[in-house]
């Protein structure tokens, strides 16, 4: 979540005159990217999408700048 936050910054910043839907896109690309490892073992990539898809799904983080708002679930 922090690492999506971080990038949700960049994006905006550096690419504030884009459409948020094409934001939205650089922001999971970037955070896709990541390879943490968990207990220092490296995990599969399938593993860091699966936890994004989780926390998008719950509302946690999400791809498009308004997608609470898009989405019918302002809980900031």
Do not use: T
Request: neutral net charge.
């Amino acid at each position: 979540m922090r690492r999506h936050g971080l990038v949700r910054g960049e994006v905006s910043d550096v690419y504030s005159d884009k459409e948020p839907d094409v934001r939205g896109r650089i922001v999971y690309r970037r955070c896709a990217q990541l390879q943490a490892p968990l207990d220092g073992r490296v995990v599969p990539g399938h593993f860091v999408h699966g936890c994004l898809n989780y926390l998008a799904d719950v509302m946690e983080i999400g791809w498009h700048p308004d997608y609470r708002q898009l989405l019918g679930e302002a809980r900031e």
